[in-house]
């Protein structure tokens, strides 16, 4: 049994900047590339913050945990609260954050995989 804890304390900013907007840390909680296996991280959205768009080979599922995100696709834009889960499946255009003047923090989930991030911006900077 393996017990993991999102802790802002233990965040540090992604290896990768430039596919975020605005101030984001990121705590890994469990790392593989093993078959099967998945991958686990905090990600500490403040102020607005967000990913770029971008389109993973596998599912993935952001587990919100604190504070008031959104979540977009090509179809629609949600906002969503701490305790709600939202599932992307493989292949999906989308980005993800905190919500305008709000501050989040969520648990990406997926199994190890390529992430295509440079996809068409479509509406993302009009938001």
Do not use: Y
């Amino acid at each position: 049994m393996l017990v993991l804890r999102p802790d802002h304390d233990l965040a540090s900013p992604p290896e990768r900047p430039q596919d975020f907007q605005g101030q984001v840390l990121m705590q890994p909680l469990r790392r593989t590339e093993q078959a099967g296996a998945v991958e686990v991280v905090a990600v500490f959205f403040h102020n607005g913050a967000r990913t770029r768009p971008h389109v993973h080979s596998t599912d993935q599922v952001l587990v919100f945990v604190e504070g008031e995100g959104v979540v977009a696709t090509e179809a629609e834009r949600r906002v969503v609260a701490a305790g709600e889960v939202v599932w992307i499946p493989a292949g999906t255009w989308h980005w993800h954050g905190a919500n305008k003047g709000r501050s989040c923090c969520h648990l990406s989930i997926k199994p190890p995989g390529s992430t295509d991030w440079d996809p068409p911006l479509r509406d993302w900077e009009q938001w």
